[in-house]
């Protein structure tokens, strides 16, 4: 084993004593500060690559070396032309991992750290290679981009590759991924308090619009307003201009307040005005200052459970009216880092063409024969995750907020767990009612599921089992109520109390109330058939009304 060495200056050999544990040092083989070096043998000698940016006038990043030696403990000597690279950080001169041997070929992984320390890995093919001469060229690495950007687990950086073959024949790869590129932690640190910076001297700006601040530089700093002074201080003034000039700098400075105040008078229309714009760019600056120091760089990582990952298929129900909805829709959400799949159940109209839509992860239509609701819940057996997300393609929020759902769940995959609560109660008719109605009952039992996490093979086939033929009539005869249905399923078909789970998102987007196709455009009317469903659906399945969930119960403090 061949560690990194450049701190201590020099690369060593250890020899596993109890693999893959225990090492012991065999040897320093090279007193040089070498780093990302590997050692392979190739035509009866064996050849050292590596970089040493403490060489005079190496370029970081684009430098490489090569040594070579008859056996892999030394003595090593140079390559006649080293460095045989020291050239710009993108051509890929430092290494990214070891060679690879493949049909009689040799090739070499070089780090690609043009824009970002990192950025991505080159491959070079090994033509010539002898102590006195080198020639590689580049070749197609075919790997694929990150598409997902930010929210990919390699969407800024990788810089390294260990590819190898196995005794069955197989390739195995191992590659290392960051969402953050190189400094960008104290570049956010510096423009974050820059803006800060700027809001501060806005906060000045209006001191002065206001006369709370009249003069910009007190003239108590100037050498001439001192009231006491040395003689040594008055010999070094006479002999000065410096400081008659600072004083007339300062008081040219604080005529300015005096002509702002002149020019805005905050009694005036242009000054109020003015001061309303000047307030409203202060607390912008400020958030976005703040937003660069702790609001990360912007990719939104999955939550782990138990330090395993997972993933989730995105469902959406829609039909040609909607396309426009769609579009925005599979663009969003096909970055968010959890989402394997996104399954459009398309309802009616003539179905778009895939190419149409700009997706970071695999993309069905499924084209139904019927326009039915109940379509939604309709088993799929090319959904390849347990875990499904029924969100409608009206609703936009941020990715942060669908991954903690999806955390939610797994930690409760039994239950309904999504962003919309209501609370169905009374002892007298049920009537429907939006969620200002739960939180003044501090409640919710029912999760509406154009929203909501689900495990698709239980929840489809309760949906589907002939118990609920009676419901799914019911749905298709006021064409609504589906998610009303699949709440009381799954509240009557275990003695369970809580069968629903509920996330806060900071925000949500309804972008129905801009395209008004919506079922639920006419809000009386909607909520009106609703309390039927529930009339109807509490004679079937029985009553949900003693599931009464209560919010900010959760540690996690994402149900208040």
């Not at 560690?3 to 007193?31: N, Q, T």
């Not at 875990?387 to 955390?407: N, T, Y």
């Not at 629903?500 to 909520?527: C, F, G, M």
């Amino acid at each position: 084993m061949m560690p990194e060495g450049s701190k201590k200056g020099d690369l060593r050999l250890y020899r596993a004593v109890e693999f893959p544990l225990k090492w012991e040092l065999e040897k320093i083989i090279l007193k040089r500060p070498l780093i990302d070096s590997f050692i392979m043998e190739y035509e009866s000698r064996y050849w050292l690559f590596g970089s040493d940016h403490s060489r005079t006038g190496s370029k970081k990043n684009g430098e490489l070396e090569i040594w070579y030696s008859n056996t892999p403990f030394g003595p090593w000597k140079q390559h006649k032309n080293n460095p045989v690279y020291n050239t710009g950080e993108k051509m890929g001169a430092r290494n990214g991992g070891r060679p690879v041997f493949y049909n009689g070929n040799v090739y070499r992984f070089g780090q690609d750290d043009g824009v970002t320390y990192g950025k991505g890995v080159r491959v070079f093919k090994i033509e010539v290679l002898t102590p006195y001469s080198y020639k590689e060229v580049e070749v197609d690495l075919r790997i694929e981009k990150a598409t997902k950007g930010k929210n990919a687990w390699n969407g800024a950086r990788s810089h390294h590759l260990d590819v190898r073959q196995l005794k069955s024949g197989q390739w195995i790869a191992v590659s290392d991924g960051d969402r953050t590129p190189s400094g960008d932690v104290t570049r956010r640190y510096v423009v974050g308090w820059l803006l800060i910076l700027a809001a501060g001297s806005l906060v000045f700006l209006m001191g002065v619009l206001l006369g709370f601040v009249r003069c910009i530089v007190p003239l108590s700093c100037c050498p001439h307003s001192v009231k006491k002074r040395s003689d040594s201080f008055l010999v070094l003034e006479r002999s000065s201009v410096l400081s008659s000039k600072l004083r007339e700098c300062c008081t040219r400075l604080n005529r300015v307040s005096l002509v702002i105040r002149c020019k805005m008078n905050a009694n005036t229309s242009f000054g109020r005005i003015t001061f309303l714009a000047i307030l409203v760019a202060c607390i912008v600056l400020l958030c976005v200052g703040i937003g660069y120091i702790y609001g990360g760089s912007g990719g939104h990582e999955p939550y782990a459970i138990d330090n395993h990952y997972s993933q989730f298929t995105m469902l959406a129900m829609t039909y040609d009216a909607r396309l426009w909805n769609l579009k925005w829709y599979i663009k969003h959400y096909s970055r968010c880092p959890s989402v394997r799949e996104i399954v459009v159940v398309w309802n009616k109209g003539t179905p778009p063409d895939l190419t149409e839509f700009d997706s970071a992860v695999p993309l069905r239509v499924r084209v139904e024969e019927k326009n039915s609701l109940n379509n939604r819940f309709k088993m799929d057996p090319m959904i390849k995750t347990r875990a499904v997300i029924e969100l409608d393609d009206d609703i936009i929020m941020s990715c942060e907020h669908i991954e903690r759902g999806f955390k939610v769940w797994r930690e409760n995959p039994d239950r309904l767990v999504g962003f919309y609560p209501r609370l169905v109660s009374g002892p007298g008719p049920l009537e429907y009612r939006g969620e200002k109605h739960a939180r003044k009952f501090n409640g919710y039992n029912m999760i509406l599921t154009g929203a909501a996490f689900m495990d698709n093979r239980v929840a489809f086939g309760r949906y589907w089992s002939e118990e609920a033929k009676a419901g799914r009539e019911v749905v298709d005869a006021v064409f609504n109520c589906e998610d009303v249905l699949m709440n009381f399923l799954y509240a009557n078909a275990t003695s369970s109390r809580t069968t629903v789970e509920y996330v806060k998102p900071t925000w949500a987007i309804d972008t129905s109330k801009l395209s008004r196709v919506a079922i639920s455009e006419n809000t009386q009317a909607h909520y009106r058939v609703r309390s039927y469903c529930l009339e109807k659906f509490k004679a079937l399945y029985g009553g949900i009304s003693n599931r009464k969930v209560e919010f900010r119960r959760r540690r996690d403090g994402w149900d208040q």
